[in-house]
């Protein structure tokens, strides 16, 4: 059946002389696995650079339930990025976020609030101006409430600790290496009152930052069995440093 859907480019890989599977988490069907021919080569017309991570498309294709890869017919970029790829700050985590999502997104069934949320953020993120070094960290935090395991940081009057395998701040220090610092802690609960529109005037040091985001990655490892290693992470941090 032919059908029409909006989507987020999460990866693709090469298959075979000029063609790719490209994962694509869609408004209609969730996450699906596309082929696409004539993609690389000569005659290919760059149809590989409509499936940067993060690119919003337009696809039509053909859906079929039984079919672990669905194939695509046409797609496009709309709306097309006007600074994402061409800053080293969002490009850079823009992969990393596009790893995230390839990990967490399993689910081949429609969520149209999540969609949503995935597609504002994105926008917004490419025409935010001033400092967006920090976008992934609130991306990360405000991801979780989709995925079911948002942290639970209110603080009554005690300093803290979050223990990452609880999903809360607790008084004490726990047992277990799995929990981030008191200066960590305060500073997530700060990002979990802050809205899109306060990421931009945001400062924290280098750090810190590369120590929360730490903290993002381990919390997500301990929610997702078979999360694995991060590997755009190194190339983050050391963007950021």
């Not at 690119?55 to 859906?63: N, R």
């Not at 809360?168 to 726990?174: D, L, M, R, S, T």
Request: aromatic letters at 14%.
């Amino acid at each position: 059946m032919l059908t029409s859907t909006r989507g987020i480019v999460l990866n693709f890989v090469k298959y075979g002389e000029g063609s790719v599977i490209v994962n694509i988490y869609t408004k209609a069907f969730g996450r699906q696995a596309y082929m696409m021919n004539a993609v690389r080569g000569k005659k290919s017309k760059n149809k590989a650079g409509l499936l940067q991570p993060l690119f919003l498309v337009d696809l039509a294709g053909y859906q079929k339930a039984t079919r672990e890869i669905q194939r695509v017919k046409e797609i496009k970029n709309v709306p097309v990025y006007q600074n994402i790829p061409f800053e080293i700050s969002k490009s850079t985590q823009s992969l990393f976020i596009a790893e995230m999502l390839s990990k967490t997104l399993r689910e081949q069934e429609s969520s149209p609030s999540l969609f949503q949320f995935l597609e504002n953020a994105f926008l917004y993120f490419d025409l935010m101006e001033g400092n967006a070094a920090n976008f992934h960290l609130w991306f990360l935090y405000r991801l979780t409430g989709y995925l079911g395991f948002l942290p639970d940081v209110r603080k009554t009057g005690f300093e803290g600790w979050f223990d990452m395998r609880k999903g809360a701040v607790v008084p004490f220090e726990p047992p277990h290496p799995f929990f981030a610092k008191k200066t960590a802690t305060d500073t997530l609960c700060v990002l979990a009152n802050m809205s899109i529109r306060d990421v931009a005037s945001w400062k924290i040091s280098g750090s810190l930052r590369t120590y929360l985001t730490t903290v993002m990655v381990e919390y997500y490892q301990l929610h997702f069995e078979g999360l694995g290693t991060i590997k755009s992470l190194k190339v983050l941090q050391e963007v950021f440093q």
